[in-house]
């Protein structure tokens, strides 16, 4: 589940707090064997489970992120006879928990870690493991921000005939108010100032099969990629920019977007906790 947040403040060169701090990790894989939180290195998502591997499954759970105490709170949602649980991810001895319960009770036993850069989770928000490499390919850095238009989202259900919720593209930011696609326009312009927060956005999304699955119904029903390669060739299988942390500052639920040459209106939707 995604956390609304009113508020969040952004610290220059990180991400949304939190967000994509820990990652489960799949099995034996070379990339999870090999994985050394003293020097974390980026991991493509085949080795992770995720939307893009595990998108149903994913989808039977309700989570819960307290930032301030970094609490984690998962339930199944259809299994009333399965106890929740809650896993400080400050606390190392308290992973194996977790581990166990999604082992166990979402992923068949399967093999699986938990992970952190940051143990114990004190700032600054040094790694994210991010679903995409834009942000190592553009400086080094693995820590970015997604950015979503819901007007584009919007242009994308009419011509499918279909209601998208722009939740499906898990988004940190959602902003309203903007011509539809307009947003790529920003793709290495200048910063763009939300609230005080100034960020430069550095690449469009290219969009996967973890847009696949409804967030209404946690299962897939769309092929998105290929659809929004048909109906939109000019901008291709993408959706959403992704941005950097250039000036630090904090953004709210409607403040605006001011970029050149445009202005509208920001919502801030969510900050992924995993």
């Known amino acids: 589940d995604r956390d ?119 700032e600054p928000h040094r790694h994210q493991f991010g679903n995409t490499a834009s942000g190592v390919k553009h400086n080094g850095d693995t820590r970015t921000i997604h950015i979503v238009n819901a007007n584009t989202v919007q242009q994308v259900s009419e011509a499918l005939g279909v209601d998208l919720d722009p939740a499906r593209f898990r988004a940190n930011i959602v902003v309203h108010g903007m011509e539809p696609w307009s947003e790529f326009d920003w793709v290495g312009a200048a910063p763009v100032t939300i609230g005080s927060a100034q960020l430069t956005v550095i690449k469009r999304t290219v969009r996967c099969a973890g847009i696949n699955v409804s967030p209404a119904t946690g299962k897939k029903d769309l092929d998105l990629p290929r659809l929004l390669a048909e109906h939109f060739p000019q901008y291709g299988p993408y959706l959403g920019v992704y941005a950097q942390v250039v000036g630090g500052g904090t953004i709210s639920v409607g403040d605006e977007v001011r970029s050149t040459p445009t202005v509208c209106r920001e919502t801030l939707q969510t900050g992924d906790i995993m």
């Open 4 to 122: 609304p947040m009113q508020t969040v403040a952004l610290r220059s060169g990180e991400a949304f707090p939190h967000d994509r701090r820990w990652a489960v990790l799949r099995g034996n894989r070379a990339a999870v064997v090999n994985f050394d939180p003293e020097n974390p290195q980026w991991v493509h998502k085949e080795n992770f489970f995720c939307a893009f591997t595990k998108g149903e499954a994913l989808s039977s759970l309700a989570s819960h992120f307290d930032d301030d105490g970094k609490v984690l709170s998962v339930r199944l949602k259809e299994r009333d006879d399965v106890e929740p649980i809650k896993v400080s991810m400050a606390d190392p001895s308290q992973l194996q928990k977790l581990e166990q319960f999604l082992c166990n009770q979402v992923f068949n036993g399967e093999e699986l870690r938990v992970v952190s850069a940051d143990m114990p989770s004190d």
